[in-house]
């Protein structure tokens, strides 16, 4: 990965509905050049899909719970099972395995108190859990899907 592939990546992460055109005047590249890097960029992963992002607030969706998760259990079996019950959640925008005093963090968005009320009720009837700790958002200050690659 060169640095036109970076540039590529910080344009299309901005704003991946402009054309490839469009694209490749940002980065100094004509159509075709461009073209065949995202082409190779998607095949090789690195760009791994294409998504509108859409504002939580606007579609009722307020509430952002941070959710940390200790457990008494490390066995494969049970990483398995608690990880496809959390991957298949909706609410669960991103979750991770966590080395500290936590062992699973979760982001939850909800409509409201009640909706994670809801959640957490589904949550701990999946599998045994030590602790379960939610931090609840007051303000998003920030927020990006943008990685720093320049």
């Not at 402009?18 to 992963?45: F, H, M, N, Y």
Request: with cysteine; net charge neutral; hydrophobic share 45%.
């Amino acid at each position: 990965m060169d640095a036109i592939d970076r540039k590529i990546l910080a344009v299309v992460q901005q704003d991946a509905s402009l054309s490839v055109a469009e694209i490749g005047q940002r980065v100094g590249l004509s159509s075709t050049p461009c073209w065949k890097r995202l082409q190779r960029l998607e095949a090789d992963k690195v760009i791994t899909r294409r998504v509108a992002l859409i504002d939580p607030d606007k579609v009722g969706l307020g509430i952002t719970v941070f959710a940390s998760i200790e457990t008494g259990d490390h066995s494969q079996d049970w990483l398995k099972k608690f990880a496809d019950v959390v991957s298949g959640m909706p609410e669960v925008m991103e979750f991770y395995r966590m080395a500290g005093d936590v062992d699973y963090m979760l982001r939850v968005v909800v409509p409201d108190i009640a909706g994670y009320d809801a959640f957490y009720k589904r949550l701990i009837a999946t599998v045994p859990l030590k602790n379960v700790t939610s931090r609840f958002a007051m303000e998003r200050i920030k927020s990006t899907t943008a990685l720093p690659l320049l």
